[in-house]
């Protein structure tokens, strides 16, 4: 059985990529960049910190597994028997790493040399799993000074406090590595059975971009990847309530100046968002908060936020927020300015030529990632993720108009559904 090869080509862009529908069931993204001499790949799966109940296809019970197993499998999966991936990884002269994140794990290098050699490390160690008991009780260790590391880290904490103070139950208010305890209960038969449901090629994709061709990259998929058996995955996660746990929460460390975050929790039918909303809610953040916006300038001015301010539209499966956040002398200030520019815009409507500008600056921001081998492997693995294409938002974009992006702030940015979030000396 052929892999199925799909060019898929915009004409906006005048640019292709390649779509393989791999009969192992691993769907590979490929972006050949002529002139290119460094290639970029990425190998990422469907599975992140609040995938910690689930249920496979094959079963009638849900699992409930301990909160940051998704990342503490991540650690794991580079070890082997033998040699680890990193060991290998420096015979190639590659540069490689990994992340897990809220929604999914993924496993990457760069190089500018020697890329079949690296991509073939990449594929077999992410498909050999090496879990004992005393590994796990390891790395329990190290992931456990890790996660205090992060318990003083002034950023990490602002954005997690303002987590727990929108989300009652949902699970992307826990730290991505978990805690100290929750991760005390993690063996290496739960890192087995995660690896065996979320590991699923059905549940992956591979992309890759750069110096590389199609030819080379199904060669060692064909050669190096085990067919999956069909498994489809349920997420599960108890009814969050629509309004938040409380509007100001407070933490001291030692910073230079005080941090904050302001957040607006958003209620919805569906668990996850489209992307012409979230590309709506881009502009309107723009528009609102971004380097050229009335309030941007009267706060700078002010002395009241630096070149740290910004704000995004943070969502996954089953969550959704606005966040603003940077550096402030009076974070209280900030936060009412922030709430009285919505309410003003909500009442005088949104200036036609602010969209314009703010609808046109996003657009050049996603031609330009074209350039940057990086982003497009993982905007191609987000795209996937999505069941979209890598040209989605350069063409959804163009058509933007303003009345859809004033119809969008009439359902986010509600106050009662915010809260603040400061971390100061």
Not at 145 to 174: G, S
Not at 206 to 215: I, Q, R
Request: glycine share 6%; aromatic share 12%; charged share 25%.
């Amino acid at each position: 059985m052929n892999a199925l090869v799909k060019e898929i080509h915009s004409d906006l862009l005048m640019d292709s990529y390649y779509r393989i529908e791999h009969p192992s069931g691993l769907n590979i993204l490929v972006m050949p960049k002529t002139g290119y001499s460094s290639a970029y790949a990425l190998f990422g799966t469907k599975y992140g910190s609040i995938d910690t109940r689930f249920k496979r296809s094959d079963e009638a019970e849900f699992t409930e597994v301990p909160e940051g197993i998704a990342h503490f499998l991540e650690h794991k999966l580079f070890e082997s028997e033998d040699l680890d991936a990193f060991a290998r990884y420096a015979k190639t002269g590659a540069s490689a790493n990994a992340y897990t994140s809220f929604e999914r794990t993924c496993y990457l290098f760069s190089c500018a040399g020697n890329f079949k050699a690296s991509l073939e490390i990449l594929l077999d160690f992410v498909q050999s799993p090496y879990f004992t008991e005393q590994t796990v009780q390891k790395e329990q260790g190290i992931i456990g000074q890790e996660i205090r590391m992060y318990q003083d880290e002034p950023n990490w904490q602002v954005m997690f406090n303002c987590l727990r103070a929108l989300y009652h139950v949902h699970p992307v208010r826990i730290d991505i590595a978990g805690t100290i305890d929750s991760i005390s209960h993690i063996t290496a038969e739960l890192l087995y059975r995660c690896y065996h449901t979320f590991y699923n090629l059905h549940n992956m994709a591979l992309a890759v971009a750069g110096n590389v061709t199609v030819d080379e990259v199904l060669e060692l998929a064909d050669r190096l990847l085990k067919p999956a058996p069909e498994l489809s995955i349920e997420r599960n996660f108890p009814e969050e309530p629509a309004a938040v746990v409380q509007p100001y929460i407070e933490e001291r460390l030692d910073v230079g100046a005080p941090l904050f975050m302001l957040g607006f929790k958003e209620t919805y039918d569906t668990p996850e968002r489209p992307l012409r909303e979230r590309l709506q809610t881009d502009i309107l953040l723009e528009m609102i908060a971004g380097n050229t916006s009335p309030l941007y300038r009267r706060l700078f001015d002010e002395g009241l936020i630096n070149t740290q301010f910004g704000a995004e539209y943070f969502q996954g499966y089953g969550f959704a927020s606005v966040l603003f956040s940077g550096e402030s002398k009076d974070p209280q200030r900030v936060a009412q300015a922030i709430r009285e520019e919505i309410a003003r815009l909500r009442r005088d409507g949104l200036d036609r030529t602010a969209f314009e500008r703010a609808r046109r600056k996003l657009y050049g921001r996603v031609i330009m990632a074209f350039n940057d081998i990086e982003e497009l492997a993982n905007e191609m693995i987000s795209a996937e993720f999505r069941n979209g294409g890598l040209f989605d938002e350069a063409t959804l974009l163009r058509e933007m108009t303003l009345e859809e992006i004033s119809g969008r702030l009439e359902t986010t940015l509600l106050e009662e559904y915010s809260a603040l979030s400061v971390v100061k000396q």
